[in-house]
Every structure is written in C-alpha cells, then in structure tokens.
C-alpha cells in the first residue's frame, strides 16, 4: 500500500519542479528584500583578486592565500614577553525601528545569518576580542558602554564596563573621548592600579591586531600617551588609536590631555562632521603647544614632544595600520610588519570573512594573504 503511494510522487515532483521554481523566481522578484540580497553589483562572499605589492621589499609576498615571507607572529611562542594591555574600545547599539530592519539587512557570512544592523555590530566587536585574544592572549578588552545597554558579551578576556552618556550616532564622537576621560579617572581612583599597571590602548573595534602592539610601551618607554599620525593635511591625526602608558603619571597626565581636547571640541568644532570633530580637536591642541610637530607629520619617522608636561609620542600610522584601500588606485601591498588591519566601511565585512578563514586554518600570515587579496573588493555589508 505505501508503495503504491509513494511511486508516483518523483514523476509528480519532476512535473512540478519548474513549476515551482518559477514561483520562487516571481516571489524573489516580488519581494524587495530579497532582491537588495541578490542584487549583483556587490559581492557577499570573499573575491580573490591579485595580492598588490608581489615583489617589493618589506611587503607581505604571497601565492594565493598562502604567505611566503612573513613569520607568524610571536606572542604565541612567548607568552612571557607579551606586554599586557587592555584595549579599550567604544560601543553601543542603535535602537532602530523595527520595521525597516527586518528582513531587509540580512546578509550572510559563511554559515551565518546576521539579521540586522546591530547583530552585525555585535559580531564586528566579537571578532576584534577574537584577534586579540589569539594575537595577544595575555591582553584583554574593555567595552565602555551606556549604562542601559542590553547586549550580553559572554567572554572570558573583555568585559562591559558601563559609564552613563549620550551614545547616540550623532554624539558618537564626543561621547567617545568623554567616555575615555571617565574611564581613565576611574582608573585612577580605582585602588588596583598599583598592583595593575596595565597598559590601555584606545581603539575604534573595527580593527584586527594581528601582531603584538605592546611593544610600543617598550620600544618607546618614556611617553604619557601616544597617538599615531599620516601625511593628510586636513586630518592629520588618528583619533581612532590612542596608546595610554598605565603608569600613574601616565593616566594622569593622558586624562588630562583628553580633557583639553574635550575642551576645544566643545568649545570650537560641535559643528562639525560628526566623524571629524575630535580629530580636528586633537590637531588643534597640537598645533597650539606643539606648532612643531606640523612639519614631521609628513615624514615616516615617530617623534616625541611636550604638551604642557605631557609626554605625547607620534608614531606614523602606517607602520602599524592598515587599511584595505577604497577602490582600484595605487595600491603598494601590505607591510611585512603590519600589526593592525584597520576595516572601514565597506570592508567590515572582510574582517568577519577574515576571522572564518583564521578558524580554519589557524594561520595569521595566509590570512593576511587573504585580505590583501580581496581588500579591493567592496561588499555588501
Ligand atoms: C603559516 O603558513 C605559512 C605559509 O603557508 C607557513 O610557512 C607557516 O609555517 C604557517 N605557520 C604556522 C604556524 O602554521
Ligand atoms: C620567553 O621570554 C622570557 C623573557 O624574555 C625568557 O626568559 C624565556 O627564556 C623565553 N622562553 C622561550 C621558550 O623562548
Ligand atoms: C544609567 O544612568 C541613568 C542616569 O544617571 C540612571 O537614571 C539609570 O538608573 C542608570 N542605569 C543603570 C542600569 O545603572
């Protein structure tokens, strides 16, 4: 009896195959969610393309994904040596409206499916604690958060650490460097710091560290703080990487740095961008108390100097920070002794695609091949 139901059912499902196909077809095309997905323009998986910067020197060499000239970062041979930090990132979450999220965001990385703007966030901030804790594993991330914020970070080397604010989109910039002033003064306060005397860097979280920063705090032992610089007349200086030496005095004196830059950005540039106003802070200060360092920002070397007592050191960002370069132009490879690939906009989403094929291989530098392969490609994320 059952055998006699089930015989005809392949004929029937071949009959009806195209059948329902086409209505799929019609339902995607029908269904304007599904085709902003399907739309061709932007990828949504990993592109190869040629790797920039094959025989030149100092650049990352590679053949395919595979690295041929750079050797795998050391903190994993030595633990001993690794100069422990606490990163500092930070982060919040857009309560946006419902309706216009679903459906409409999702995108697929590998095996999954991120849903919305904010669970793309969240995995983007999952991904920066994973490269820290496989480049520096004695290091550990600290999010500063608003204090209402529901998002659960089940990690064992980062922790929420919420201190009341405005994290609108809009203030975004100005609550960040008010959220590091207050953490720093916390620190201060807090009695662990003797016994701590951790080194904290400041960072955006769309960043890989794939080599170990804290050598920063040895090769150059003599700053407060630190803040990296690039040859761009109008934005000079990075605000998304801050070096804080977690000494006493170095808190101290960089908190009261920050605070001056807090000043001036309050005081002069609320009006702009909401992306420049503390760069354009930053630059202010410097050029006020330190007019010499103007001329060096041009030049590869770091350089040291004074600002009202604090030890302010600049390091060329591009001898740590790379960044996948917007569209097709010149494009002079990845230095071999890069230590933080940087993913801005579009590139977010190579930063998780890069975390997978990390998982899959374990292989730091054949990952770095990966990105420099595909950092022309911009998707859709
Ligand atoms: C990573 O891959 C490169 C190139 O294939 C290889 O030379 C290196 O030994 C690998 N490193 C580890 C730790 O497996
Ligand atoms: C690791 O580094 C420490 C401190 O520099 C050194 O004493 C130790 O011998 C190193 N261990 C290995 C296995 O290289
Ligand atoms: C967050 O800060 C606000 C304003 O001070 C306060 O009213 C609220 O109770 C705080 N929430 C938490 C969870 O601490």
Known sequence: MGVSIR???LPLLLFLFPLLYSVSVLHQRWNPEETKRLSPKKPDQVILGPAAGQGLPNRLQCQGTKAMNRIEPSPKNNHSEEEKVSFVTVFAI???DPMSEKMLDRVRVGDILYNSKSERSLAILNAYINFIQVSMPSSDVVVLTDNDSTFSLDRNNAIKFPIEGDYSRSNLMLQRIKSYIAYLKRILESSELEKANKNIIFSDSDIAVVDNLGDIFQKHPDFHIALTFRNNKNQPLNSGFIAVRGTRDGISKSKDFLEEVLDVYMSKYMGASRMLGDQLALYWVIKLHLPSAIQKFNRHE??????????VLFLP??????????GAGQFHGMPLDVKIVHFKGS???LMLEAWNFYKSTFNVSNMLCLILCSGRTKYDF
């Open 302 to 311: 770091s350089f040291a100097g004074k600002v009202k007592g604090v030890s």
């Open 94 to 96: 857009y309560k946006s």
């Open 7 to 9: 015989r005809p059912l």
């Open 317 to 326: 960002c591009a001898i740590y920070n790379w960044t996948p370069p917007e």
């Open 347 to 349: 590139r977010k989403r």
